[in-house]
């Protein structure tokens, strides 16, 4: 049996509202805006349907950020039972692979500027999955340990990883596989190369 497209029969998703019907974003269900009147982060929109809107049929960068959505949802559900959130996901699996790192180099791995890896550890902190010492070489140095919750953390954390991974590629081959990463992996490169061209062209100096 073939699988329906994401996109509806016909390029028409059927659970995408008509205009004067109930819009696809459930307001009952929108977190309260930040207290410094910042945008949203895409994922606090929770949407009454998860179904690609064919208005950006086969775009781009509307898949990128529908996928990372949809990523960082499944993340929450997965994390859920454990008691973590999103903030937990990365800073465990690093430390999984490398106990003990500083916390600006786990900062930097993450690339998370200093008070925000210090707000994570904070609440890995506070959940008795990591304990900051410092370094005995070096006493500016904050050294990040995962204690014996957070090494069993992260090991929960390192297997649903892998799961999600792949579920992404669930029905890929291995050269499929392979070829997907490469295509990533080109395309980060790709509009890093862009970005910069942004970057290189402020003066400094300007106003």
């Known amino acids: 049996m073939s699988r329906q497209s994401p996109w509806g029969e016909g390029g028409q998703d059927l659970a995408v509202p008509r205009r004067g019907e109930e819009s696809a974003v459930n307001m009952a269900n ?31 960068d509307y898949l990128i950020r529908m996928i990372r959505m949809r990523e960082i949802y499944a993340v929450e559900l997965m994390l859920a039972p454990i008691g973590l959130s999103l903030s937990a996901w990365y800073p465990l699996t690093v430390l999984q692979l490398e106990d003990g790192m500083s916390q600006r180099e786990l900062g930097l791995r993450l690339n998370l500027k200093d008070a925000a890896i210090g707000k994570a550890l904070d609440a890995l902190e506070r959940a008795g999955l990591v304990i900051r010492k410092k370094d005995k070489t070096d006493r500016r140095k904050a050294l990040v340990f995962l204690t014996s919750k957070g090494k069993t953390a992260s090991k929960q954390v390192a297997k649903m990883r892998a799961k999600f991974q792949a579920v992404a590629v669930g029905g890929f081959s291995e050269a499929e596989k392979e070829q997907f990463r490469d295509m990533l992996e080109k395309s980060y490169y790709n509009i890093e190369d862009f970005v910069s061209t942004f970057e290189t062209s402020v003066d400094p100096g300007s106003d």
């Open 30 to 60: 929108l977190r309260k805006p930040p207290a410094d009147g910042a945008f949203r982060e895409p994922h606090d929109y929770k949407t009454a349907s998860s179904a690609l809107d064919p208005l950006f049929r086969r775009e781009i």
